[in-house]
T-cell receptor, first 109, second 113 residues
């Protein structure tokens, strides 16, 4: 079993819809949680960073962490075609990031 | 602040050749990380540096791989005697020593023929 599980999708939604992404993990030592966005053939871009259970909002993005369930989520409101990308969850206990496999999202105009 | 840069962006090499990649981190970031990403997977940790000291190496980093960060600034990753299984995107990231937010470069895509 992988340390971080992420549904690879693909996920296709119409413009303006809410995109919901999630990951589960098994390592209780993970303390820091991140979401990255990766466009094709580019490096991952940090979107959200959280270190405690609860919600964190940044513009159209909301990250949720539930440490008791070992479950994290990312919501994208009012999705745009430019949000079409692969979204990677990542977790960290000290310095090393452990990534999910990524979910490919397409937002249809 | 120009972000993390990596060179070359794409490298095609024949099996058995040696290749070297370079990473320039965000200035004043004293932690530097190397990851490898294959198609359809998330990045996998290879190694990291705190200043010039290499503090951890993954089991993925076979003895054909070597990384250096001689002056605590840029880093190089060398692969000797490349194999087709080495074909991947090699990503570099950097962070401060007190922050866990890692910022990635654009990657070097290696193709071994």
């Amino acid at each position: 079993q992988k340390e971080v599980e992420q549904d690879p999708g693909p996920l296709s939604v119409p413009e303006g819809a809410i995109v919901s992404l999630n990951c589960t993990y098994s390592n209780s030592a993970f303390q820091y949680f991140m979401w990255y966005r990766q466009y094709s053939r580019k490096g991952p871009e940090l979107l959200m960073y959280t270190y405690s259970s609860g919600n964190k909002e940044d513009g159209r993005f909301t990250a949720q962490v539930d440490k008791s369930s070992k479950y994290i989520s990312l919501f994208i409101r009012d999705s745009q075609p430019s949000d079409s990308a692969t979204y990677l969850c990542a977790m960290c206990d000290d310095y090393k990031l452990s990534f999910g496999a990524g979910t490919t999202v397409t937002v249809r105009a | 602040d120009t972000g993390v840069s990596q060179n070359p962006r794409h490298k095609i090499t024949k099996r058995g050749q040696n290749v070297t990649f370079r990473c320039d981190p965000i200035s004043e970031h004293n932690r530097l990380y190397w990851y490898r990403q294959t198609l359809g997977q998330g990045p996998e940790f290879l190694t990291y540096f705190q200043n010039e000291a290499q503090l951890e190496k993954s089991r993925l980093l076979s003895d054909r791989f070597s990384a250096e960060r001689p002056k605590g600034s840029f880093s190089t990753l060398e692969i000797q005697r490349t194999e087709q299984g080495d074909s991947a995107m090699y990503l570099c990231a950097s962070s401060t020593s007190t922050g866990n937010e890692q910022y990635f470069g654009p990657g070097t895509r290696l193709t071994v023929t």
